[in-house]
């Protein structure tokens, strides 16, 4: 999730409500967001800076001292202006203005008071300021850490409970449409569909558990659409092509189909791919933008497929008669539709035989479509033999040789 804000151009953490003004390391108060700069850290650190240049010379130091201006109130050091106390301090504080600007204003005169005692001798300026910057940023990276955490544990707990809805609600639908929707492949797409919108909603849940405005996450993920789409291209195209192989439906689970060069049956249609088993078993796994953008032969579309058989007949057989006990033999074999009727034709005339090719109609699936060719092959081959038609002998051929003549 943070790699995500991160390229959508959002903050890797939320902003901080309140911010530590520290001297050497050492917290003085906290503030709020300042009227002009909604960041409390960025205020916080300007305040540090107005600080640091009156330590260089701690003996003229004067008292920290609250001030009322036209403005609004403010504590001064030397008569120069540190900070100012907003209305959104005080509130935050559950005190007055003027009571704000006084505790502060305490709290940084015995601060300052104790940064001077660090800074006499020889040497106590560089070893204050040295401790100091070690100090502040290990309070800094704690105060972080113990910001972050809790908001991370919020968001890993809001995405495992919409996760767990997500399985659960698609449970829920698998049982549902198994007494109401016929189609699997509807079934697929409504599942899916709101798996990956529950989870989208975690997403924001989520979002919004670690501190970000949801709003301007989105904004944030449709400004930086062009690099996402450059960066996740192949993986957008995929689901996208999902999508659409859900809804157009050229295909649905459980038919054979040819995708290029793989065949098999649907098993599944994801978001990502289409899961084929082959015919020997095997599992492919085809990216969808590869299958909706080639050619799809889908054997089972309908019901039926027509196949065919060829055979080899001599030329001294009765062509006539052995045609019709073919015809009638393919008729009668297990799985051959009666209608339409099967078709006996002679299709080629070769040196030493007569090829005929036998077309039927049998069950589209590949199964029955195979055990079908094989059974008219051997019906056919049974009645031939019964009948006394001889069959051409595949090992003899006749080669005619020409006279050539060798020139000396």
Avoid: C, H
Avoid at 77 to 101: C, K, M, N, Q, Y
Avoid at 110 to 115: H, I, S, Y
């Amino acid at each position: 999730m943070a790699l995500m804000l991160a390229a959508s151009g959002v903050p890797a953490f939320a902003q901080a409500e309140a911010a530590t003004v520290r001297i050497d390391g050492r917290s003085v108060f906290q503030v709020g967001p300042g009227t002009d700069d909604g960041d409390p850290t960025a205020r916080a650190r300007r305040v540090e800076e107005r600080l640091s240049p009156l330590l260089g010379n701690p003996d003229a130091l004067a008292p920290a001292a609250p001030r009322r201006t036209a403005a609004g109130w403010s504590v001064t050091v030397s008569g120069i202006p540190v900070v100012s106390v907003t209305p959104r301090d005080a509130e935050d504080a559950f005190t007055t203005e003027a009571a704000l600007a006084r505790q502060w204003a305490s709290s940084l005169d015995t601060a300052l008071q104790r940064a001077r005692d660090r800074r006499l001798g020889w040497g106590g300026r560089f070893v204050a300021e040295t401790r100091g910057s070690g100090e502040a940023a290990v309070s800094r990276l704690a105060e972080s850490v113990s910001r972050i955490i809790p908001r991370v544990l919020a968001a890993a707990i809001v995405i495992a409970l919409f996760w767990l809805l997500a399985r659960g609600v698609r449970a829920a639908l698998r049982l549902l449409f198994r007494r109401t929707v016929e189609d699997i492949t509807v079934e697929s797409l409504i599942k899916q569909f709101a798996f990956y919108a529950i989870i989208t909603l975690g997403f924001f849940v989520a979002v919004d558990a670690l501190g970000f405005n949801p709003t301007t996450v989105a904004a944030g993920l449709g400004l930086s659409g062009i690099v996402l789409g450059f960066a996740l291209k192949d993986i957008l195209s995929n689901f996208v092509s999902g999508l659409l192989l859900l809804t157009l439906r050229p295909f649905r689970i459980g038919d054979q189909i040819v995708v290029g060069d793989l065949e098999g049956s649907v098993e599944k249609i994801e978001l990502r791919a289409t899961r084929l088993r082959a015919y020997d078993g095997r599992v492919m796994l085809v990216p969808n933008a590869e299958v909706f953008t080639s050619r799809i032969v889908n054997n089972t579309a309908d019901p039926v497929r027509r196949g065919a058989v060829d055979l080899w007949l001599g030329y001294d057989v009765d062509v006539s008669r052995a045609l019709e006990i073919i015809r009638t033999a393919t008729m009668n074999a297990p799985g051959v539709l009666d209608a339409p009727p099967p078709e006996v034709r002679i299709d080629a005339l070769g040196q030493d035989d007569i090829r005929v090719a036998v077309t039927f109609w049998a069950d589209s699936q590949r199964s029955d479509y195979k055990n079908t060719a094989a059974a008219v092959r051997a019906s056919v081959l049974k009645d031939l033999i019964a009948a006394k038609i001889p069959l051409p002998d595949p090992g003899y051929r006749t080669v005619s040789l020409r006279d050539r003549v060798i020139e000396p």
